[in-house]
């Protein structure tokens, strides 16, 4: 399984960006499985921001909710991260990850596969 984020950047607090997560040897066509976001901030413990499953039901952390929205295009084997209102405190390299298991939730120990990461910094 390889996973490829894209889309990280700088912006001003207030912007948007828009992540993208390309899966290969990993289909989102599969019922039991889960999606997420997680981002890392220097000196700070990776955290979840966003998942998705199979039946396409999300979660996300209370901190971005009404801000971000996590969405999959299963014809292109693409996990996206739409972020908006973007604030200072949301800059992190930012990770995708997968797993099959549904009940990984925002817990990083329950996702096996990770991709490099992308990074996102918000200037106030």
């Known amino acids: 399984v390889q996973l490829v984020e894209s889309g990280g950047g700088s912006v001003q607090a207030g912007g948007s960006l828009r992540l993208s997560c390309a899966a290969f040897g990993y289909t989102y066509n599969d019922y039991y499985y889960r999606m997420g976001w997680f981002r890392q901030a220097p000196g700070k413990e990776r955290e979840g921001v966003a998942t998705?499953?199979?039946?396409?039901?999300?979660d996300y952390r209370v901190s971005v909710k009404g801000r971000f929205t996590i969405s999959k295009d299963t014809a292109k084997n693409t996990l996206y991260l739409q972020m908006n209102s973007l604030k200072p405190e949301d800059t992190a390299t930012y990770y995708c990850?997968?797993?099959?298991?549904?009940?990984?939730?925002?817990?990083?120990?329950?996702?096996?596969?990770w991709g490099q990461g992308t990074q996102v910094t918000v200037s106030s």
């Open positions: 998705i499953d199979g039946n396409g039901i999300t």
């Open positions: 990850a997968a797993s099959y298991n549904l009940w990984a939730g925002l817990v990083a120990s329950g996702y096996p596969y």
